[in-house]
């Protein structure tokens, strides 16, 4: 299986500023035929169940933000939030969907500080 | 508009079994997998398994073998999953999700979760 890491746990950010969160695969997700790494990011709020932001490690879904950007190839990962919102306090999961069984990392809890 | 909409909150004692229901509208329900991922209280996201709605074909997760069945109703547009043989730490808000693709992949539109709990 494909252990995924996430850091920090959680990180307290002021309004406006930026946040970093990063994820470690422990095998690469980059398919070589074409070129894309099998990396997704979910954001959950209390309550609720996930949403996703970001799919291909890069690829915004419609109607995300784009203050919400991914990047990263093989196995190292990064979620930047570039001016945080009250909005956008939650937990973040990274996921691969390379090979089965999808594995989650353990998530970044994201507050004001 | 595509929904997931979950059946409702069940209460199992241990050695029971539980269906959850995913009713799925405002798409082509056999156009897409369909994953189940849970949530054990205050943890983090565990991907279960994942079923075609084309082919009724399946992927589990190895801890949950021999436990658990995935299953697509196409006349209703509904996925099932049941899980067998209930212990105390399979409590836990199980939520549906539709993959963007025919395999296991990303999740866009998930279902609202379903809270089983497991106690005697």
């Given at each position: 299986?494909?252990?995924m890491t996430?850091s920090?746990?959680?990180?307290?950010?002021?309004?406006?500023?930026?946040?970093?969160?990063?994820?470690?695969?422990?095998?690469?997700?980059?398919?070589?035929?074409?070129?894309?790494?099998?990396?997704?990011?979910?954001q959950?709020?209390?309550g609720q169940?996930?949403?996703?932001?970001?799919?291909w490690?890069?690829?915004r879904?419609?109607?995300?933000?784009?203050?919400?950007?991914?990047?990263?190839?093989?196995?190292?990962f990064?979620?930047?939030?570039?001016?945080?919102?009250?909005?956008?306090?939650?937990?973040?999961?990274?996921?691969?969907?390379?090979?089965?069984?999808?594995?989650f990392?353990?998530?970044?809890?994201?507050?004001?500080? | 508009?595509?929904?997931l909409?979950q059946?409702?909150a069940?209460?199992?004692?241990?050695?029971?079994?539980?269906?959850?229901?995913?009713?799925?509208?405002?798409?082509?329900?056999?156009?897409?997998?369909?994953?189940?991922?849970?949530?054990?209280?205050?943890?983090?996201?565990?991907?279960?398994?994942?079923?075609?709605?084309?082919?009724?074909?399946?992927?589990?997760?190895?801890?949950?073998?021999?436990?658990v069945?995935?299953?697509?109703?196409?006349?209703?547009?509904?996925?099932?999953?049941?899980?067998?043989?209930?212990?105390s730490?399979?409590?836990?808000v199980?939520?549906?999700?539709?993959?963007?693709?025919?395999?296991?992949?990303?999740?866009n539109?998930?279902?609202?979760?379903t809270?089983?709990?497991?106690?005697?």
């Amino acid at each position: 299986d494909i252990v995924m890491t996430q850091s920090p746990d959680s990180l307290a950010v002021s309004l406006g500023e930026r946040a970093t969160i990063n994820c470690k695969s422990s095998q690469s997700v980059l398919y070589s035929s074409n070129n894309k790494n099998y990396l997704t990011w979910y954001q959950q709020k209390p309550g609720q169940p996930p949403k996703l932001l970001i799919y291909w490690a890069s690829a915004r879904e419609s109607g995300v933000p784009d203050r919400f950007s991914g990047s990263g190839s093989g196995t190292d990962f990064t979620l930047t939030i570039s001016s945080l919102q009250a909005e956008d306090v939650a937990v973040y999961y990274c996921q691969q969907y390379y090979s089965t069984p999808l594995t989650f990392g353990g998530g970044t809890k994201v507050e004001i500080k | 508009q595509v929904q997931l909409v979950q059946s409702g909150a069940e209460v199992k004692k241990p050695g029971a079994s539980v269906k959850v229901s995913c009713k799925a509208s405002g798409y082509t329900f056999t156009s897409y997998g369909i994953s189940w991922v849970r949530q054990a209280p205050g943890q983090g996201l565990e991907w279960m398994g994942w079923i075609s709605a084309y082919n009724g074909n399946t992927n589990y997760a190895q801890k949950l073998q021999g436990r658990v069945t995935m299953t697509t109703d196409t006349s209703t547009s509904t996925a099932y999953m049941e899980l067998r043989s209930l212990r105390s730490d399979d409590t836990a808000v199980y939520y549906c999700a539709r993959d963007m693709r025919l395999v296991p992949a990303t999740s866009n539109f998930w279902g609202q979760g379903t809270l089983v709990t497991v106690s005697s």
